[in-house]
């Protein structure tokens, strides 16, 4: 009797445990967690630039606007909770399949938005609060109900990636008008285009059986071949020009970020020479330009940290 007390009291912990790995993972999914955790990183980024000594303080810019990040995107499952239970990509998502409420989820938004709120205001600045807030209703006011009515709102829709370092190099008392803060947004404004465009090309049936406009419908594959690999090389230039707005202290940074701009170029030119445009291609430059993207934030970030010792 004994033993199988025991053996029931572990089994009751494991379905505990289970559930709470459970819902972490379901909250986890809801907010976005792979994105939102690349939008601290490229506030991070925008603070070291500005700062002339970078310590922990970034931490609190970051988490803040990390937080609001989370909150604009539970927010944006909410929104498209309706279209998301017709694709396929999305129809696992924590609230068509049931695992969170619509309420709830609500209710996360709130409290994310704000906790970000607080650590912004009580600990970072009021002009990275605001540029977090015109982040959020860009995303969820503009750009979100936009993609219903046309297939190219994600060229307004990319303001959402330029703002967040801006809201890091605000933090730190950085000038907005300053041509490193301008050249890295205008980076992370251009790379979500092709970013999300490959996407396109990978789903394009999908979003159309969500009722999006896809420029599938418009454009042969083809032409967006080409554009998306123009798009691609824009990305690259603007990240290899960085050198030449004051960006990058040692000169084996600015090798390796050529270098790496030059494998990214040489990726991007590969996807235009494909005969045939297979999902293959697409996954494989989907994934170089975002670990590209890694690789930028973090060369950069480690050529002001190691420029101040």
């Known amino acids: 009797m004994k033993d199988a007390g025991k053996y029931n009291a572990i089994a009751t912990d494991a379905l505990k445990q ?28 925008g603070y070291f630039l500005a700062s002339r000594t ?18 604009s995107a539970a927010l944006n499952q909410y929104q498209e909770s ?10 696992e998502r924590p609230i068509p399949s049931g695992r969170i409420s619509k309420q ?14 607080a650590v912004l205001i009580l600990k970072a600045n009021m002009p990275a609060y605001i540029t977090g807030v015109v982040t959020f209703i860009w995303y969820n006011a503009v750009y979100t109900p936009l993609k219903k009515k046309t297939a190219l709102a994600i060229i307004p829709g990319s303001l959402v990636g330029a703002l967040p370092p801006a809201a890091g190099w605000l933090a730190a008392g950085g000038n907005p008008l300053d041509v490193k803060i301008l050249i890295v947004s205008a980076y992370f404004f251009v790379w979500q285009i092709p970013h999300f465009w490959l996407l396109l ?17 418009k454009y042969p594959r083809e032409f967006l071949k080409v554009v998306t690999f123009a798009l691609l090389a824009a990305t690259v230039l603007i990240a290899a020009a960085m050198p030449f707005a004051g960006i990058g202290h040692f000169t084996a940074t600015k090798i390796i970020l050529w270098l790496c701009s030059a494998a990214m170029l040489y990726g991007a030119y590969r996807f235009l ?25 973090t060369i950069l970030s480690a050529d002001k940290l190691f420029s101040t010792l």
């Open 18 to 45: 289970e559930t709470l790995a459970s819902r972490i993972s379901a909250v986890s999914e809801l907010v976005k967690i792979k994105i939102t955790v690349l939008v601290s990183f490229t506030t991070a980024l």
């Open 54 to 71: 970078p310590g922990f303080e970034f931490i609190f810019s970051s988490l803040g606007i990390f937080l609001l990040a989370c909150s």
């Open 82 to 91: 309706g279209t998301d239970v017709l694709m396929k990509r999305t129809s």
């Open 104 to 117: 709830s989820a609500l209710i996360i938004t709130g409290l994310l938005f704000g906790a970000g709120s």
């Open 201 to 217: 090309l990978l789903y394009g049936e999908d979003y159309r059986r969500g009722g999006f406009p896809v420029l599938t419908e």
């Open 273 to 297: 020479a494909s005969t045939e445009l297979k999902r293959k291609e697409i996954v494989g430059t989907f994934m170089a330009i975002n670990l590209y993207t890694l690789l930028i934030i």
